[in-house]
């Protein structure tokens, strides 16, 4: 089993950064893909960016050059930092892994970008 906590959300003007944490527990070293996931009410969650265990990553076009996913192995954490924030960005932030042939997800944390 793995857990996985989020955290860094907040509200933040429009052209502003934040950076989002996920830290895993558990059997956090059976993760192979950490990816961040979002969803506004109504909507689809849709991908984000993911990172593999060898470092890989990928990004969804809307956010390429603006945000970065980066890992920290010492501390079982993935970072999304997300730089010139738009309105458009805000919703809830989710962080999934890959483990064991299983998707785990965290709770969720909210981001409010104001124009």
């Given at each position: 089993?793995?857990?996985l906590v989020e955290s860094g959300g907040g509200l933040?003007?429009?052209g502003g950064s934040l950076r989002l944490s996920c830290v895993a527990s558990g059997r956090a070293s059976?993760?192979?893909t950490t990816s961040w996931f979002r969803?506004?009410?109504g909507k689809q969650r849709e991908f984000v960016a993911s990172i593999t265990s060898s470092g890989s990553?990928?990004?969804r076009d809307s956010v390429k050059?603006?945000?970065t996913i980066s890992r920290d192995n010492a501390k079982n954490t993935v970072y999304l930092q997300m730089n010139s924030l738009k309105p458009e960005?805000?919703?809830v932030y989710y962080c999934n892994a890959r483990a064991f042939g299983s998707l785990y997800w965290g709770?969720?944390?909210q981001v409010t970008v104001s124009s």
């Open positions: 089993q793995v857990q933040v003007q429009a059976a993760i192979d969803q506004a009410p990553t990928d990004y050059g603006r945000f960005d805000t919703t709770q969720g944390t």
